[in-house]
C-alpha cells in the first residue's frame, strides 16, 4: 500500500496508524506500467542521493511538483528511470534511490508489529509482504531500503534514513530473535550487521 498526499492532512507524528491504513487505501497512482509511448527523450532532471530533485541545474523547490513528477516515475527492466505518461516517456537520472524514507511509526510487536514509513514525497508506506525491507549483505556497510512500488527487486525504492535504521535495529534486539530481525504487517525482515 502506498498513499499520496497532495500533503498530509495534520502532521505525521499526530496521525495514528488506523488513519494512516485509511489513507493507504484511497491512493490511487496513474497506471504506469500500462504506458508504453513511442516518444522517448531526456527530462534533463535528476534525483540527487539526499532525495533533492534537479531540473537543468537548478533544484526543483516546490514540494508540489515533486510530489507530482513522483507519481510518474517508473524504473525500467534495465535499472534506469523514467518519467512515464500515455504520450512520452522521459529519462531522469537517479544518484541513488528516488525516494528516502524519512518518519517511522510503529505499532504492535514481533509478528504483530506494523511499521508506516513517512517518504520525502510526504507517500506513506506500509513495510509488509508488497512492501519489503532490505538491509543489504554487507555487515559493515548495511543498505538500509524500503520497496515502495513497482516490481519487486526491481521496483522503485526509498532509502531509509540512517536514525531510522537506528530504531529498526533497536527494536529487532529488544525483541531477542536469532538471528536479528524485525516484522511489519505479518513480514519478517533479517537485518545484516546487527
Known amino acids: 500500500m502506498v498513499t499520496p498526499a497532495p500533503s498530509l492532512p495534520k502532521d505525521f507524528s499526530q496521525l495514528s496508524l488506523a488513519e494512516a491504513a485509511e489513507l493507504l487505501a484511497a491512493r490511487k497512482l496513474p497506471p504506469v506500467e500500462e504506458w508504453h509511448p513511442e516518444r522517448t527523450g531526456d527530462s534533463a532532471m535528476e534525483i540527487r542521493a539526499d532525495g533533492s530533485w534537479y ?3 537548478g533544484r526543483i523547490n516546490r514540494p508540489a511538483m ?12 534495465d535499472g534506469s528511470h523514467v518519467l512515464v505518461t500515455p504520450a ?3 529519462a ?4 541513488d534511490t528516488p525516494f528516502r524514507a524519512v518518519e517511522m511509526k510503529s505499532e504492535g510487536q514481533g509478528e504483530a508489529r506494523q511499521l508506516v514509513f513517512r517518504l520525502d514525497t510526504d507517500d ?3 513495510a509488509g509482504p508488497d512492501h519489503p525491507l532490505s538491509f543489504g549483505s554487507d555487515t ?4 538500509p531500503r524500503l520497496h515502495v512500488r513497482g516490481a519487486i527487486g526491481n521496483g522503485l525504492e526509498a532509502r531509509i534514513d540512517r536514525a531510522l535504521y537506528y ?6 534486539l529488544a525483541e531477542g530473535a536469532e538471528p536479528p530481525a524485525i516484522w511489519s504487517n ?9
Open 186 to 194: 505479518g513480514a519478517r525482515f533479517p537485518l545484516v550487521g546487527a
Open 88 to 90: 512520452e516517456k522521459l
Open 92 to 95: 531522469i537520472a537517479v544518484e
Open 167 to 172: 530504531e529498526i535495529v533497536e527494536m529487532a
Open 140 to 143: 559493515d556497510n548495511p543498505d
Open 124 to 126: 506513506l508506506v506500509m
Open 55 to 57: 531540473h537543468e541545474g
Open 66 to 77: 515533486v510530489r507530482l513528477f513522483s507519481t510518474i516515475l517508473r524504473r525500467e527492466a
